[in-house]
């Protein structure tokens, strides 16, 4: 069979959705040697690394789950065809992030092997792994072929505990970040959603508003439960740390922000739609 280049649609034309896709997914990859080649880590380099490549192969795991609700609200059915890559590349950043902790444990296999047999947020990392290096194996055309339509679905339907993992691992690691509960709260909108959906109503503008307060109050006490139950703090010391312009925005305002300007989105399109005489 003739390979199809990430660039190509179906029918091997050149799509303009899937190179511009192909060329952001190295972003994050060029930033990262950006970051590590002008000391912006630290003396230790390799910290930072492992850090921030974890992020980024999470946030484009919920990018990879964010085709869909973006497909259905704006009407863009084209845009699924870019999902398979940016699951692929979600994949690629976790084995990426895997090699740099590994460097930063000096290839000590037995260090590395007891690590991930007693400590719980490797455990879960390891979880979250097979389950990406699953769905990246029977990402193919012949794996669905093989599998049928609705086994590989099912098997696909994976990807959801495997996002969850991916952040449970995240939160479970050592520091305290607001990029934790942003994507936290980024994956509540993401399963909610879904549920929206399935009761046909994924596309209006008013339930998405009303999704967009919800995801914003689950991040904060989110947040909040997680700060005072595992770190420590008192009430008053989350509040005036996590919640001030100390540490940049509030995880609660972005993720609050992005749904209301999903909800907006919808209702313009909808609007237009009813002006030029849709139903």
Not at 157 to 174: C, D, G, K, Q
Not at 213 to 238: K, N
Request: net charge positive; charged share 10%.
């Amino acid at each position: 069979m003739p390979l199809i280049w990430p660039w190509q649609d179906g029918t091997r034309g050149f799509s303009w959705l899937k190179a511009s896709t192909f060329a952001l997914m190295f972003g994050p990859a060029i930033w990262l040697i950006d970051q590590a080649a002008t000391g912006q880590f630290g003396p230790v380099p390799l910290g930072g690394m492992t850090y921030w490549s974890g992020f980024w192969a999470t946030a484009i795991l919920l990018l990879a789950l964010a085709v869909t609700p973006a497909s259905t609200i704006f009407g863009w059915r084209r845009l699924i065809i870019a999902r398979r890559m940016i699951g692929v590349t979600a994949l690629a950043y976790t084995v990426g992030h895997i090699f740099i902790y590994f460097a930063l444990r000096f290839w000590n296999f037995a260090f590395i092997a007891n690590e991930i047999a007693t400590r719980l947020s490797l455990i879960v990392a390891t979880a979250s792994t097979i389950g990406l290096i699953a769905l990246g194996a029977t990402s193919v055309d012949a794996a669905v072929r093989w599998m049928g339509a609705k086994g590989w679905q099912r098997l696909h339907s994976v990807v959801y505990v495997t996002a969850a993992l991916a952040i449970l691992h995240y939160l479970l690691s050592p520091g305290l970040f607001p990029d934790q509960f942003l994507l936290s709260g980024l994956f509540f909108w993401l399963m909610m959603w879904r549920v929206l959906e399935r009761r046909g109503r994924g596309v209006n503008a008013g339930a998405l508003a009303l999704l967009a307060l919800a995801s914003c109050l689950f991040t904060a006490a989110f947040q909040v439960g997680c700060i005072w139950a595992f770190r420590g703090y008192s009430l008053s010391e989350i509040f005036s740390i996590y919640f001030t312009p100390i540490l940049g925005i509030p995880p609660m305002w972005t993720v609050l922000a992005l749904g209301l300007l999903i909800a907006a989105a919808a209702f313009a399109q909808q609007a237009l739609h009813r002006r030029d005489g849709g139903p």
